[in-house]
């Protein structure tokens, strides 16, 4: 199936919904993978107000989300195929075509870097930084 979906998720396990549930207001932002970059780089997140990422892969090869901030917070990931809360999201991985939906709630403050680590994607400039403020 061209669509799948690779998740690694530190620790899988139910979250509070709290304020990154569906009834909560939330920024939302689009951001395409392609080859070799994320489309925004730079990703502007507020603290305190929970935000959905909206991620494409509108290349023509697999390209995954690798952001360490992601491991520490409480996520919800939803595919067309798959629903998961977790806490500490590890790895995103998109083929072609694919999406993928994360909502989170934006704590600590700072910038953030993210990258595709698919071998040699990283090196070739796919990378990205979250600017929490």
């Given at each position: 199936m ?68 992601l ?52 090196e ?10």
């Open positions: 061209r669509r799948t979906l690779l998740l690694v998720a530190s620790a899988l396990a139910a979250c509070t919904p709290g304020p990154v549930g569906a009834e909560a207001a939330r920024a939302t932002i689009h951001v395409e993978m392609v080859e070799f970059a994320f489309r925004p780089r730079v990703v502007v997140l507020r603290a305190g107000t929970p935000v959905r990422i909206v991620l494409r892969n509108r290349g023509q090869i697999a390209h995954q989300l690798d952001a360490d901030y491991r520490r917070v409480a996520v919800q990931l939803v595919t067309e195929a798959l629903y998961v809360e977790a806490v500490g999201l590890a790895i995103v991985r998109l083929n072609p075509g694919g999406s993928a939906r994360l909502d989170f709630l934006p704590g600590r403050r700072g910038r953030f870097s993210f990258a595709c680590t698919i071998e040699g994607h990283r070739a400039g796919m990378t990205g930084v979250l600017e929490v403020r």
